[in-house]
């Protein structure tokens, strides 16, 4: 039988360690100077009698990260909505494959969206190239995340790979708990949202051979979240700009955690998800096909629900409109939208050095929010 032990290295806490991974956090300097920042009106002490006291990773959630997540909603956007939760069993569990925009807030979102429609939250992989300091390895899995290891030589891959797999599989079928994990590694760049094979390659090592009942078991659902603007933007396009100056460009853990508060703090304007529906019938015309072509036959159908279900907002219809030279959106926002989305883009240029090349951000954006509006159209043409 399996048990957590076989995942200690790549699990999330369970309620009995919570106690003591919270006396090793009030030993950090760093993160005490966090709790500084995240709750200034709080002294110290209040707040780490108050940690000591939870006695479950639900309370955990409901007390302390809940509230937080829900003040950076009423400050920094104009309103977070969902559909789709409530067609989905409360009493099931599921792995969320979603389009991948901001490096904590997805899976946040995502997770109070669940508790408000009485679902429990999911699980959340991340990379552990973002886990900069012992103390926010050990603050994530406090907050229900699993480790995603990256950059390890093939052999150690492989192996790495299959333990991931298997914890997915055995959360899933065995605990009843949800995952959230993204269509690819990292953040879509350019709006353009692809499910990586690589993703789905892992998922199926720990499947048996039979390729439909695999995937069935394991529920994938895609969600489309869209932010009517993303506060990573510009630097996400200055990011391509140095990686088109040399292709050898990699970030830095500064530049993931300037990625990380820029996300947090930016505004983001209006923000939606939309939850699909279970991928289930669907696997069975995969079949007969042969296993590349039965992993990218998978991918195609989450792509199709993310790409048909994103929500476009004003902004993306005048970026389509600028990038194609034409005015085929036009009935699609008003003098006003055009206004406040240039606005909104100059601003954010002019936060990047002077030296940067202005028409290349300024075109690679317009790609960024114009590329979720030829998805959508070239999936509704397929209909």
Known sequence: MVTDQKFDSIRPYRDHEMKEVFEQLMKEESFKRLLLYLFPQIPIDSFTNKLLSLKTIKEFQIEIIYPFIKDIIKKTTHGLSCEGLDKLDPSKSYIFISNHRDIVLDSAFLNILLHDHSHDTCEIAIGDNLLIYPWITKLVKLNKSFIVK?????????????????????????????????????????GDDRTQSSLLKMLDLSGNRNFEESFKELQIVPIAISYEYDPCDYLKAHEALL????????????????????????????????????????????????????????????????????????????????????????????????????????????????????????????????????????????I
């Open 243 to 382: 990686k088109k100056e040399n292709p050898d460009y990699k970030k830095t853990q500064e530049d993931d955690l300037k990625h990380m508060g820029a996300g947090i703090k930016g505004r983001k304007g209006r923000v939606h998800f939309k939850v699909g529906t279970p991928i289930k019938n669907e696997l069975k015309p995969l079949a007969a096909l042969d296993k590349n072509e039965q992993i990218s036959g998978l991918a195609e159908l989450i792509d199709e629900q993310i790409h048909n279900n994103y929500k476009l907002w004003p902004g993306n219809f005048i970026a389509a409109d600028i990038i194609n030279a034409n005015n085929n959106f036009k009935n699609k926002y008003t003098k006003e939208d055009v206004v406040t989305f240039h606005e909104y883009i100059d601003e954010h240029i002019s936060r990047l050095d002077k030296s940067a090349d202005a028409v290349f951000i300024k075109n690679t954006l317009m790609e960024m929010y114009a590329n979720p509006v030829k998805n959508f159209y070239k999936e509704l043409s397929r």
């Open 150 to 190: 990256r950059n390890l030589p093939a052999r150690q891959m492989l192996m790495s790979s299959k333990l991931l797999s298997e914890y997915i599989r055995y959360d899933i079928t065995e605990r009843n708990s949800s995952i959230w994990i993204a269509q690819r590694e990292g953040r879509s760049k350019d």
